[in-house]
């Protein structure tokens, strides 16, 4: 598989993800909130995290339009540092006491993201 190829996989997966999450977060806030067992006394954070999910999903839609390095480079980029200070956050989150298993699946998800990243840096630098 060549890079734009990949480059492409991974900017669709991301959005489609993001998206999916986004919207979820934004309009079915409380009840996601409940099932993963996230505080639900202020619901703006969550939509709010999920206004930023839509963003970072959408960036990857316009980096997956631009297939030349210099005009996504940016992009790429941003993803990678938004992407590994989540983890870093997540993680910490999950060794807090009482915080539900399912942040695993946020953190595995995060990683995931955070190497196809790196990995498409690493091809087009």
């Given at each position: 598989?060549?890079?734009?190829?990949?480059?492409?996989?991974?900017?669709?997966?991301?959005?489609?993800?993001?998206?999916?999450?986004?919207?979820?977060?934004?309009?079915?806030?409380?009840?996601?909130?409940?099932?993963?067992?996230?505080?639900?006394?202020?619901?703006?954070?969550?939509?709010?995290?999920?206004?930023?999910?839509?963003?970072?999903?959408?960036?990857?839609?316009?980096?997956?339009?631009?297939?030349?390095?210099?005009?996504?480079?940016?992009?790429?980029?941003?993803?990678?540092?938004?992407?590994?200070?989540?983890?870093?956050?997540?993680?910490?989150?999950?060794?807090?006491?009482g915080y539900p298993i399912?942040?695993?699946?946020?953190?595995?998800?995060?990683?995931?993201?955070?190497?196809?990243?790196?990995?498409?840096?690493?091809?087009?630098?």
């Amino acid at each position: 598989m060549d890079k734009e190829r990949f480059l492409e996989i991974v900017c669709f997966v991301h959005a489609f993800v993001a998206a999916v999450f986004g919207i979820i977060f934004i309009f079915f806030t409380e009840g996601f909130l409940i099932i993963i067992a996230w505080p639900t006394t202020d619901v703006t954070l969550g939509r709010l995290f999920g206004a930023a999910l839509i963003g970072f999903g959408f960036s990857s839609i316009i980096a997956w339009k631009r297939v030349d390095w210099e005009k996504l480079q940016i992009v790429v980029e941003m993803e990678i540092v938004w992407i590994t200070i989540a983890i870093v956050i997540l993680i910490i989150g999950a060794f807090t006491p009482g915080y539900p298993i399912i942040i695993w699946l946020f953190i595995i998800m995060f990683i995931l993201f955070d190497v196809a990243f790196m990995y498409v840096y690493y091809l087009f630098r």
